[in-house]
Every structure is written in C-alpha cells, then in structure tokens.
C-alpha cells in the first residue's frame, strides 16, 4: 500500500528557511519519481520540484530554482525539500506525490500525472 506522509511546514518570516519532510512507505524511491507541489485555496496545484526514481535527476519550477533543493534518502524511504529565502507567495500546503517520471513544461514541473499523495504540510511565510 502506498502511502506518503508530508512534515516539517510552519510559519517563517521572508527570506527563511523550512525543509520539508516526505516520508514514504510501500514501495522503494526507485519506483516513482516524487513530485513536490503546492496548493492554495481556490487555485490549482502547482508543481514545484521533482526528483527522479530512476536515476535521482533533479527538476524544478522556474520559480524556485536556487532557492529549493530536492534530495531523497533511499536508505530511510525520504525524500526532502529544502526552501531557501522564502517569498511570502511561496504560502502554500505542500504535498509530495508520486508519478512515473519527471515532467517540466513551460519551465513548470507538471502535475498531470501524479497518482498518490499525501495530506500536505502548510507553508507560512509572511512578509
């Protein structure tokens, strides 16, 4: 059974940092890339980050480059997201998800494909 649990949101002052948490459980990192992306009220997701099963390639939303870092640790089943001078839009519940691979379009990573995830951490940030 596949199951992902986000952690590690909270509130944090622009220009600050928060790393997030995805602990994942019924399968092994190699099988699905893992998507990050962010939600807020009344708007779609949006893919923020990705890192690849297969060969832990690294993606991101043109937004975030430079100032997010995806990793995964395949020994503990984690996959993390380090933010980095956080924007007040980066405000969000930020969910991981799994796909069969990594999709950038438009300088966006997509999030057409995402199968399961998890039930979201919010991200504060105020200015």
């Known amino acids: 059974q596949v199951q992902l649990a986000e952690s590690g949101g909270g509130l944090v002052q622009a220009g600050g940092s928060l790393r997030l948490s995805c602990a994942a459980s019924?399968?092994?990192?190699?099988?699905?890339?893992i998507v990050w992306f962010r939600q807020t009220p009344g708007n779609e997701r949006a893919g923020v980050s990705c890192?690849?099963?297969?060969?832990?390639?690294?993606y991101y939303t043109d937004s975030v480059k430079g100032r997010f870092t995806i990793s995964r640790d395949k020994a503990e089943n984690m996959v993390y997201l380090q933010m980095n001078s956080l924007k007040p839009e980066d405000t969000a519940i930020y969910y991981c998800?799994?796909?069969?691979?990594?999709?950038?379009?438009?300088?966006?990573?997509?999030?057409?494909?995402?199968?399961?995830w998890g039930q979201g951490t919010p991200v504060t940030v105020s200015s």
């Open positions: 998800a799994t796909d069969h691979r990594c999709k950038v379009v438009g300088g966006v990573v997509s999030t057409e494909s995402l199968t399961y």
């Open positions: 019924g399968f092994p990192l190699d099988l699905y890339s």
């Open positions: 890192i690849s099963g297969l060969d832990g390639n690294t």
